[in-house]
């Protein structure tokens, strides 16, 4: 069946400039996750979404990030006045939760974004 | 959430069995065990999970240590596929988020 999947595959933008990323999770998938991986490090955490609602989004870095989730489907994640240290991989993930600390995630292949 | 400690880098060769080991001496008693691996240019993808109990899988096998501050991931017989980054991740049920560390950076020896 499907996968995540996530686009653009990349982005390049310049400084200052306004950035939306698109998630589209697996079909069915109540829990949806946000992470940005920088060269040479593992992802980190940003948001995480059970149905609409952001359930932990202690991970964004700043107030010029912001993700929604309207339909409990699709996710956007915007990012506002971007700068060169926002350039990274943004990953995005799924689960079911329908086994007890389980929860695997599925992920997609990812957004990289350059800021110029 | 629990600190883990994990080998930079491992060679093994092609179709020998490799031993991954994560140190995780701070993990809580409802803390699972999760490995995830991550190869080139894709996002992470789920190896294999366990709380107490030796784990298997089509994938790997998961030792888990009497005392649970270490585990194990084993690969049965390594092939070039499985050269990857692989992360160690301990993580409470109700805990959503993942916590990645900078993982093991393994390598496959044709």
């Known amino acids: 069946g499907a996968g995540v999947s996530q686009t653009p595959s990349n982005k390049v933008t310049e400084k200052g400039k306004y950035v939306e990323l698109r998630c589209d999770p697996i079909?069915?998938?109540?829990?949806l996750y946000w992470y940005r991986q920088s060269l040479g490090q593992g992802p980190e955490f940003l948001i995480y979404f059970q149905g609409t609602g952001a359930a932990d989004d202690s991970g964004l870095p700043n107030d010029r990030f912001f993700a929604v989730r309207p339909e409990g489907s699709v996710s956007t994640l915007k990012i506002q006045r971007t700068e060169r240290g926002d350039s990274a991989v943004y990953l995005c993930?799924?689960?079911?939760?329908?086994?007890?600390?389980?929860?695997?995630?599925?992920f997609g292949p990812g957004t990289r974004l350059t800021v110029l | 959430d629990a600190k883990t400690t994990q080998p930079n880098s491992m060679e093994s060769n092609e179709e020998e069995p490799v031993h991954l080991p994560c140190n995780h001496s701070?993990?809580?008693?409802?803390?699972?065990i999760h490995w995830y691996r991550q190869l080139p240019s894709q996002g992470p993808e789920y190896v294999i999970h366990?709380?107490?109990s030796n784990v298997n899988n089509r994938m790997a096998s998961l030792a888990i240590a009497e005392d649970r501050k270490s585990s194990t991931l084993i690969l049965h017989r390594a092939t070039l596929r499985d050269a990857a980054v692989y992360y160690c991740i301990p993580s409470n049920f109700g805990n959503e988020k993942l916590t990645f560390g900078t993982g093991t950076r393994l390598t496959i020896i044709p």
């Open positions: 079909s069915g998938h109540t829990a």
């Open positions: 701070t993990i809580s008693g409802t803390d699972y």
């Open positions: 993930a799924s689960s079911s939760q329908t086994d007890r600390g389980g929860h695997e995630q599925f």
């Open positions: 366990g709380l107490t």
